[in-house]
Structure formats: structure tokens, C-alpha cells
């Protein structure tokens, strides 16, 4: 998966992306590589707790300031359902701010249900209050 697919699916959810769109949609693409660098820094903690119930190693996203859209997608695939949420509150956060705010909703709700998929390891429960029970 690419880069360019999150951002279409990105405009799929603002009910943006079909040919006659095209000319309208170039301000989009100009800060899709900017605003999908920044969805996918905040998508890194998940995306590690995901690799790490996974079995594989975390990852360390680039300091980019700008994604190009012809490369790969860095997270996993699961994340990037998530990604599109994010960068389509982004993208219409100025002309539309309430779909900005159910998309990001949705972005943050996508992050949960991802964390929530995972299994739980069982920890011992730290004794933080020893001192307060003792006599």
C-alpha cells in the first residue's frame, strides 16, 4: 500500500475523489504529503504496541516534514484505515469543521478499537500502598 491510497481513501470520507474533482482537489494533494506525516507520528505508539503483539520490532518513523505519496504507506496495514480518519478531519478542517470533527472521532475510535484487538499479557500488580495498610 501506498501513500496515495490512504490519501484516497481519505477523499472517499470527505465525499471528494471522482474525476470531475480533480482540478478541486490539487490544494488537497498539495498538504496531504504534510498532514499525513503528521497523522502518522500520531499513530506511531499504536503502531508499535501492534508490532509488538506481534512479534516484530517497533519502528522509528523518518523526520520528514513531507510524506511523498509515491512511496509505501510505514505503518501497518490495519493503521492505515486509521490514517484516512486522520487525514481527512485534516484536510477539511477548515471548510467543514463539523465532518472535521466526526472524522477525527472516527480516526481516534479506529486507534482504540486497534489497541483493543490486541491480546493482554497478564503483570503483577505493584503493592503501592504497603505502607498505608500496616499498623
Not at 522509528?60 to 490495519?78: A, E, H, I, K
Not at 463539523?98 to 481516534?108: K, T
Request: net charge negative; with cysteine.
Amino acid at each position: 500500500m501506498k501513500n496515495e491510497d490512504v490519501y484516497k481513501a481519505a477523499l472517499h470520507l470527505v465525499g471528494e475523489l471522482n474525476s470531475a474533482q480533480t482540478a478541486w482537489n490539487a490544494d488537497y494533494l498539495e498538504r496531504s504529503g504534510y498532514l499525513l506525516a503528521m497523522v502518522c507520528r500520531q499513530c506511531e505508539p499504536v503502531e508499535n504496541l501492534y508490532r509488538a503483539a506481534n512479534g516484530q520490532d517497533a519502528v522509528t518513523l523518518p523526520d520528514q516534514l513531507c510524506y511523498l505519496m509515491t512511496v509505501t504507506f510505514p505503518l501497518s496495514p490495519p493503521l492505515s484505515t486509521a490514517a484516512a480518519f486522520g487525514l481527512a478531519a485534516l484536510l477539511v478542517a477548515d471548510e467543514n469543521p463539523e465532518l472535521s470533527g466526526e472524522l477525527h472521532d472516527r480516526f481516534r475510535q479506529s486507534l482504540s478499537e486497534i489497541l483493543a484487538s490486541l491480546p493482554m499479557k497478564p503483570e503483577a500488580i505493584a503493592d503501592r500502598y504497603a505502607s498505608v495498610w500496616q499498623s
